[in-house]
């Protein structure tokens, strides 16, 4: 199933669902915005400094360890979603930057 054979309102109903605890919407929902995720990286990758340790895999999945901490998170649409896991991987790569100076 490919991303662009669901609409937005069906990853919509994923998130919301994934929301409300439903583990097995979360493992939907993981592979159908893959690709959106690794497009964001690669953005904010290429804005980065020469020597940037992280490749985008990595940065995804650093994203992603995050955003499964949240516990209390409503999403309220695909927008909303992808907005966070951008704010996350901008915050990664503030970490990694500071800990590499």
Known sequence: MAT???STAEITQ????WSAGDAAA???LAPLVHSELHRIALRHLGRQPDGQL???S?????????LI?????RWQNRAHFFGVAAQLMRRVLVDEYREQQ
């Not at 994923?14 to 669902?17: R, S």
């Not at 990595?58 to 995050?66: D, K, M, T, W």
């Open 54 to 56: 992280l490749q985008a």
């Open 26 to 28: 979360l493992e939907q």
């Open 4 to 6: 662009q054979t669901l």
């Open 69 to 73: 901490d949240w516990k209390n998170v």
């Open 58 to 66: 990595a940065l995804i999945n650093e994203a992603y360890l995050r």
């Open 14 to 17: 994923l998130l919301v669902a």
